[in-house]
């Protein structure tokens, strides 16, 4: 055998394993957890959400009491998402942007609670729209861009003035991080808050636990219009490209395990924007499921799967399995 055929001479023992890659490892600061607020009363109940196991919808003090020991653990990032009954739900999504919606009435509690947290929102009119639609429609039920848009970039500036430090728009109507950024920079508030741009989001079965979590589901038609067709790499690579020029300042693939070549041509492409990468809520129930099925252990395949978007060129790994990383990942690793 040539010498230069060997290859388990470089890897046989726990040590040389970790040199291999050691620039694709997971760390706590790269996790964001993703949490749903609710206008549950009162305001320190909880709900189950139905096929999203160990997910839970949360008031607002609620959410404060299961945050706590997560933050004592090290979680550095959340990224919120509101959720409201039925009966405050319009077809422009008035109370998005209401002082009394659950994710307005979390901001300061969280702000001043958690001081050392950072506080993503996630931006988007399908949780308040009474169509369940992600922006405003036009008589004919398409999308009316340019009022959308405006929309969003109003619920957005009343988001960062309640101390949201990061809003992420994941409604993927065109030209929204532009109308985000003006009315951020209008308000003297564009060097206080990033945008953390859903840019590349397929329309994707993965999606079904969290529709149940955000009761977000369309009411007639599909999202096929505006997001992504699942089979395109050149409206995934274009809608990165339309939001770096539009001035977002972290980009985002969403979902994250059927889309690893997406995650490795976006980085390659803009590799000096932090990449976010999505492990959706269809790939946690997926993970959660087999893990049950003793298909494998959950905590080796949970890690392994975030490794390989890691080893793609994901920055920042957005996983409703923070809780338990912070926990594994202050363990040694395996090698
Ligand atoms: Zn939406």
Redesign the pocket.
Known sequence: MEASHLLHSGYFNPTLRSWHGSNTLLNINQLIYPVFVTDLVPDESSEEIPNFPEQRRYGVDALVDHLLPLVNKGLKTILVFGVTTSSNKASNGEYASSKDSPVRRCLPILRSKFPSLTIAVDL???GYTSHGH?GILKTDGTIDNPASIQRLAEVALSFVQDGAHIIAP??MMDGRIDAIKKILILNNLASSVAVLSYSSKFASCFYGPFRDAAQ?APSAGNRRAYQLPAASTGLAIRAAERDVIEGADMLMVKPGGPFLDIIKEVKQRFPHHPLAVYQVSGEYAMLWHAARANAFELRAAVIESLIGMRRAGADILITYFTPQLLDWLKEELQY
């Open positions: 988007c009119l399908c992600c994941s409604d977000s």
